[in-house]
């Protein structure tokens, strides 16, 4: 029996069908759309200043390269196979990304964009023996349309939907767990792959012998309540089919932090836009403080209500590199406000708009420009005793003005792809 | 010649506010209409759609330095320019198609050759941008 703490829950299996599409090592994808004879070869894309890498294909991974690798370790294997590597081109990958999201809403109407290279679809509107052929429609015209290779996963929830998406790969690129019941899959699944489970609990749901997927959702809910927090708890009545999680609860992925929020009322103006960017941006710079993160690009959107089909409709998205991993706000702020001018159009009636840090990496490995290494002590100090008057006081206690920052030297980015989409200077050759 | 007002997509368009101080509309406001854009016209499927810069042709109306607006979201098209990619290097290449086997042209020489599975249609011309300027 459902308990008082999830009473407050409509507690039906669900009616839903939700689709996870993820894209297939996604920036190695991007930079082969435009250099068609990279496909089948190994292919890596190095973080910003060319210091690790952070993205790369099955095909480098099978020479032994590991993500985060730093490129002079593997100096030999990569020679040796002719590795393609480059330099991360934002500008590109955010572009695709766009496109991207924008053919998937050909499928549904609604698409819940959750990172750079992930959405979720809602495919309830299919019958429910259709939805695997639609899932493989997905594939088949975004890889046409626009050159990337995506996975789908198809589950009732959303939690069923990326565990679905672990194994479209080994599928053929589809995988769905709907109209079957899969004891035997889900008994072979491990807890440790289950979304959003730390460490801790994972250790002592195997003390209590729940080692695979099936016994978690086959374990008592007294025990579970007792025992765990109640996020767990949702999660377990996710995989058994209750829908009991919105995209904003959702277990945050560990490679981005988004924030955003829909508008009270709708929003034309750009400084209005300007403000409510800038304040997501400091979340998340709060935000990967906390969890000791540094972002190495940062992404924004506007968009309009896709329902209200009486009104223009505009979806604006773009993704700017940052010329070092970074947490500080006023550079966050800095470079959200100049992708805001990009991506902004006048005259549409803004419904929601929202910030994404990516390619998260711990502080730790934070690469600092010499002279540059003075101003970031001081502006860490000026962080942290802005954290800490915000958590007394209450968020947005202590804000910054948005004016001035430049650190517009050049970084390292010897391996740069042209910007194909995004500068008339820089198109596809043929 | 009719006179045609394009839009820059850039551009800060100034809205005009038709209201008056007499709080009377203006009569021009039932006249407004909205101004024409090149991207409508050019650009079937944004998604989908990418502008290229010609290297070198061999198609009669495509010259170096050409923009061309290159369409994705089509299947092949009898008579249409692709943008074909063969060992792994792009081309432009006239479709033509014979039955079930589709053929590949260019204007300048007669010779053919047939599709195979280790070619890829990257693309559909759907126009082609040539500025006067240089």
Same mark, same amino acid.
């Not at chain 1, 990958?93 to 109407?109: C, E, I, K, N």
């Not at chain 1, 025990?223 to 009991?244: D, I, Q, S």
């Not at chain 2, 079937?44 to 061309?68: K, N, Q, Y």
């Given at each position: 029996?459902?308990?008082?703490?999830?009473?407050?829950?409509?507690?039906?299996?669900?009616?839903?069908?939700?689709?996870?599409?993820?894209?297939?090592?996604? $920036?190695?994808?991007?930079? !082969?759309?435009?250099? =068609? &004879?990279?496909?089948? *070869?190994?292919?890596?894309?190095? +973080?910003?200043?060319?210091?690790?890498?952070?993205?790369?294909?099955?095909?480098? *991974? %099978?020479?032994?390269?590991?993500?985060?690798?730093?490129?002079?370790?593997? !100096?030999?294997?990569?020679?040796?196979?002719?590795?393609?590597?480059?330099? /991360?081109?934002?500008?590109?990958?955010?572009?695709?990304?766009?496109?991207?999201?924008?053919?998937?809403q050909?499928?549904?109407?609604?698409?819940?964009? $959750?990172?750079?290279?992930? %959405?979720?679809?809602?495919?309830?509107? $299919?019958?429910?023996?259709?939805?695997?052929?639609?899932?493989?429609?997905? @594939?088949?015209?975004?890889?046409?349309?626009?050159?990337?290779?995506?996975?789908?996963?198809?589950?009732?929830?959303?939690?069923?939907?990326?565990?679905?998406?672990?194994?479209?790969?080994?599928?053929?690129?589809? $995988? /769905?767990?709907?109209?079957?019941?899969?004891?035997?899959?889900?008994?072979?699944?491990?807890?440790?792959?289950?979304?959003?489970?730390?460490?801790?609990?994972?250790?002592?749901?195997?003390?209590?012998?729940?080692?695979?997927?099936?016994?978690?959702?086959?374990?008592?809910?007294?025990?579970?309540?007792?025992?765990?927090?109640?996020?767990?708890?949702?999660?377990?009545?996710?995989? @058994?089919?209750?829908?009991?999680?919105?995209?904003?609860?959702? =277990? *945050? +992925?560990?490679?981005?932090?988004?924030? +955003?929020?829909s508008f009270?009322q709708y929003i034309s103006?750009?400084?209005?836009l300007?403000? %409510?960017?800038?304040?997501?941006?400091?979340?998340?710079?709060?935000?990967? !403080?906390?969890? *000791?993160?540094?972002?190495?690009?940062?992404?924004?959107f506007i968009k309009t209500n896709r329902n209200r089909e009486d009104l223009p409709q505009y979806y604006g998205s773009?993704?700017?590199?940052?010329? /070092?991993?970074?947490?500080?706000?006023?550079?966050?702020?800095?470079?959200?406000?100049?992708?805001?001018? @990009?991506v902004y159009r006048p005259g549409y009636k803004f419904q929601k708009a929202?910030?994404?840090?990516?390619?998260?990496?711990?502080?730790?490995?934070?690469?600092?420009?010499?002279?540059?290494?003075?101003?970031?002590? &001081?502006?860490?100090?000026?962080?942290?005793?802005?954290?800490?008057?915000?958590?007394?006081?209450? &968020?947005?206690?202590?804000?910054?003005?948005?004016?001035?920052?430049?650190?517009?030297?050049?970084?390292?980015?010897? &391996?740069? +792809?042209?910007?194909?989409?995004?500068?008339?200077?820089?198109?596809?050759?043929? | 010649?009719?006179?045609?007002?394009?839009?820059?997509?850039?551009?800060?368009?100034?809205?005009?506010?038709?209201?008056?101080?007499?709080?009377?509309?203006?009569?021009?406001?039932?006249?407004?209409?909205?101004?024409?854009?090149?991207?409508?016209?050019?650009?079937?499927?944004?998604?989908?759609?990418?502008?290229?810069?010609?290297?070198?042709?061999?198609?009669?109306?495509?010259?170096?330095?050409?923009?061309?607006?290159?369409?994705?979201?089509?299947?092949?098209?009898?008579?249409?320019?692709?943008?074909?990619?063969?060992?792994?290097?792009?081309?432009?290449?006239?479709?033509?198609?014979?039955?079930?086997?589709?053929?590949?042209?260019?204007?300048?020489?007669?010779?053919?050759?047939?599709?195979?599975?280790?070619?890829?249609?990257?693309?559909?011309?759907?126009?082609?941008?040539?500025?006067?300027?240089?």
């Amino acid at each position: 029996m459902p308990s008082s703490e999830l009473a407050g829950l409509e507690l039906r299996p669900s009616s839903r069908v939700y689709g996870l599409v993820d894209c297939n090592s996604f $920036y190695c994808s991007c930079e !082969r759309v435009f250099q =068609p &004879k990279l496909n089948g *070869k190994p292919v890596g894309v190095l +973080s910003n200043n060319d210091g690790c890498i952070i993205a790369l294909t099955p095909e480098l *991974k %099978a020479l032994g390269v590991s993500m985060g690798a730093p490129p002079h370790l593997h !100096r030999s294997v990569l020679e040796d196979n002719k590795v393609a590597l480059f330099s /991360s081109n934002y500008e590109l990958y955010g572009d695709l990304s766009a496109r991207v999201m924008g053919t998937l809403q050909h499928f549904s109407p609604m698409v819940e964009v $959750y990172s750079i290279d992930e %959405a979720f679809v809602d495919l309830s509107h $299919y019958a429910a023996d259709l939805v695997s052929a639609v899932g493989r429609q997905i @594939r088949n015209v975004i890889y046409k349309r626009v050159g990337i290779p995506v996975g789908v996963g198809i589950g009732s929830t959303k939690t069923l939907a990326k565990l679905a998406n672990r194994y479209a790969k080994e599928h053929g690129g589809v $995988y /769905s767990f709907m109209g079957v019941s899969q004891p035997e899959l889900l008994k072979s699944i491990p807890i440790k792959t289950i979304w959003g489970v730390s460490h801790q609990y994972q250790q002592r749901l195997q003390n209590h012998g729940i080692k695979s997927v099936w016994d978690l959702t086959q374990a008592d809910d007294t025990w579970l309540m007792k025992f765990f927090p109640v996020t767990l708890v949702r999660t377990v009545y996710e995989l @058994r089919g209750y829908e009991c999680l919105s995209l904003a609860e959702l =277990p *945050k +992925s560990k490679r981005h932090i988004l924030n +955003s929020r829909s508008f009270g009322q709708y929003i034309s103006d750009k400084k209005t836009l300007a403000s %409510a960017l800038s304040y997501h941006a400091s979340r998340g710079g709060e935000e990967m !403080r906390k969890q *000791k993160l540094c972002a190495n690009a940062l992404s924004i959107f506007i968009k309009t209500n896709r329902n209200r089909e009486d009104l223009p409709q505009y979806y604006g998205s773009t993704t700017i590199g940052l010329e /070092s991993p970074t947490d500080y706000t006023p550079d966050l702020i800095q470079v959200a406000l100049q992708a805001l001018d @990009r991506v902004y159009r006048p005259g549409y009636k803004f419904q929601k708009a929202g910030v994404i840090l990516l390619d998260l990496v711990p502080d730790g490995i934070r690469q600092q420009s010499l002279w540059m290494a003075e101003d970031t002590l &001081k502006g860490q100090r000026v962080m942290q005793a802005m954290d800490t008057v915000n958590g007394l006081m209450g &968020k947005g206690t202590l804000r910054l003005g948005t004016e001035g920052f430049q650190r517009d030297w050049a970084m390292r980015q010897e &391996k740069l +792809s042209p910007r194909y989409t995004t500068c008339w200077d820089d198109l596809l050759r043929v | 010649m009719e006179l045609m007002q394009p839009q820059f997509k850039r551009a800060q368009t100034p809205t005009l506010d038709f209201t008056t101080e007499t709080g009377f509309q203006s009569p021009a406001h039932d006249y407004r209409v909205k101004s024409l854009s090149l991207d409508e016209l050019l650009i079937r499927s944004p998604a989908a759609t990418f502008f290229v810069r010609v290297d070198h042709s061999d198609i009669d109306g495509i010259e170096r330095e050409d923009i061309l607006v290159v369409n994705r979201a089509h299947a092949l098209v009898d008579g249409r320019v692709a943008v074909m990619v063969i060992d792994g290097e792009f081309a432009l290449r006239r479709l033509r198609r014979y039955g079930q086997t589709w053929l590949l042209q260019t204007d300048t020489i007669t010779q053919q050759q047939k599709i195979d599975e280790t070619m890829i249609c990257w693309g559909i011309v759907d126009a082609v941008i040539r500025t006067c300027w240089s």
